[in-house]
């Protein structure tokens, strides 16, 4: 009996994260690389990144005095869903968080391949099931499955609350867009990426019900209106907590902080203002309370966009750049201790590899070619005039990826959206093997 083509996605998937995990566990030389307060993370704690300890902390801290945040001082660095995970499997959570991840990681494979039908329901399974096999393949989840970090996790609840969605309009099912709106809550307490979503909500379940022929229907257009709004509030959930104790609607400290220390920074080194930074740094710290620090980041960041807006647009189209084409299989050399250059500074050395040379350089040119593949589907769809669609995903990607631009760049950032560029990119492969498919049939018939 031929296997549902969902499931085969998740089996492929759970054997490709478990085999990884498996491999990497028994034989990487470099799973303890990084360096807190001077001293190395404890060696039992596998895969600790400089942003990890934030939300441990934050998760010990609640055990301790029932605060998600220092002492009885709620948190306003971090959002609760992260640290909520870590409380709720109790004593040995990295091996309970662990297996987590694999779970979640694998299930996005038949997610995203669902999602691919609903939107995409007269492209050939084929195309889509080998679109999801490339994403397995480029290893932007199974790299993620050990990380102590939100990445994953927030990926893998908002593309299934996505799913759930889009499903609640294609079935007209009310209870699968309750179950929509739980997990992305859920997603937007993890990570504070999801604060625009309702927008990208609204657009796109607005072209499911026009490409389906369900936006007249009443009873449709109650739903999706509804469930945007409900979105408006639970995905700021983060915000409103922030705002109950400290009188501010923000969802953390952490846009103004890489505001300033990404691209502020980078605006005024690239224009010779080196002492201007510092000076505004030593102003900063300076203060105590992070509310008054949060301003003065927020205000010189728009005094220096301002001043020099050449070389804030410059900067952010590299960080883009940097967010979306580099390979995310570059962090298995890591863990060995190779990469495409060497890299050596206190407590975290690399030595050059030409393995890795090798892999940067084949992803980068892959990753570059999807995307360009993908921008013409997109051109596509404008010369068909189908602006909604191209709506849809435009601001899929800068309203979920976007704000990540402020900050420095890492292909983790583009894991929410990265099952759409690869998609969108067989889309156009689709469109033009089916134009290659036709001129051959009829030089064919001219023959004859």
Not at 135 to 155: E, N, P, Q, W
Not at 167 to 174: E, H
Not at 298 to 313: C, G, L, Q, W, Y
Not at 323 to 337: C, K, R, S, T
Request: glycine share 6%.
């Amino acid at each position: 009996m031929k296997m549902n083509p969902f499931k085969k996605l998740f089996i492929i998937g759970l054997v490709v994260h478990v085999v990884y995990v498996i491999i990497v566990c028994s034989t990487g030389s470099r799973l303890s690389v990084f360096l807190q307060n001077g001293q190395l993370i404890e060696e039992k704690l596998l895969m600790y990144y400089p942003d990890t300890m934030s939300y441990v902390d934050s998760a010990d801290n609640f055990l301790k005095y029932g605060v998600f945040g220092k002492e009885n001082k709620p948190d306003y660095h971090r959002t609760i869903g992260y640290p909520f995970i870590k409380i709720t499997l109790g004593q040995y959570w990295y091996h309970g968080l662990l297996i987590f991840q694999i779970l979640i990681g694998a299930l996005v494979y038949p997610v995203a391949y669902g999602i691919g039908i609903a939107i995409f329901p007269t492209s050939k399974r084929n195309t889509l099931f080998y679109s999801i096999i490339t994403l397995i393949l480029s290893g932007g989840y199974f790299t993620k499955s050990m990380y102590v970090l939100t990445d994953l996790t927030c990926a893998s609840f908002f593309l299934l609350g996505m799913y759930f969605s889009i499903l609640s309009i294609t079935t007209r099912k009310n209870y699968l867009m309750i179950c929509s709106i739980i997990i992305l809550s859920f997603a937007a307490l993890v990570r504070p990426n999801l604060i625009l979503y309702p927008i990208v909500h609204f657009l796109l379940l607005l072209y499911v019900a026009k490409e389906y022929d369900l936006w007249t229907q009443i009873k449709t257009k109650r739903l999706i209106w509804a469930s945007s709004i409900i979105l408006l509030l639970m995905c700021n959930l983060s915000s409103l907590r922030i705002y109950n104790h400290y009188g501010v609607f923000s969802s953390s400290s952490i846009l103004g902080i890489n505001m300033f220390e990404y691209t502020v920074k980078e605006i005024l080194l690239k224009n010779e203002e080196d002492e201007k930074y510092l000076l505004w740094e030593v102003e900063i710290n300076a203060e105590d309370n992070w509310l008054v620090k949060d301003k003065l980041r927020k205000d010189r960041f728009f005094e220096a966009v301002s001043n020099h807006p050449i070389s804030a647009i410059s900067y952010w189209i590299r960080v883009a750049e940097n967010h979306l084409l580099p390979p995310h299989l570059m962090e298995i050399g890591v863990l060995y201790g190779y990469h495409k250059r060497v890299i050596s500074h206190s407590g975290y050395k690399l030595i050059e590899s030409t393995t890795m040379k090798v892999v940067w350089y084949f992803f980068l040119f892959l990753n570059t070619t999807l995307l360009s593949l993908g921008f013409l589907y997109l051109c596509h769809k404008v010369l068909k005039k189908e602006y909604l669609f191209v709506l849809v995903f435009l601001s899929l990607i800068f309203l979920i990826i976007g704000p990540s631009f402020l900050a420095g760049a890492s292909p983790r950032m583009r894991l929410p959206i990265e099952p759409f560029l690869i998609i969108l990119a067989f889309q156009y492969l689709e469109i033009k093997k089916e134009i290659i498919r036709r001129i051959i049939k009829n030089n064919m018939g001219l023959i004859r």
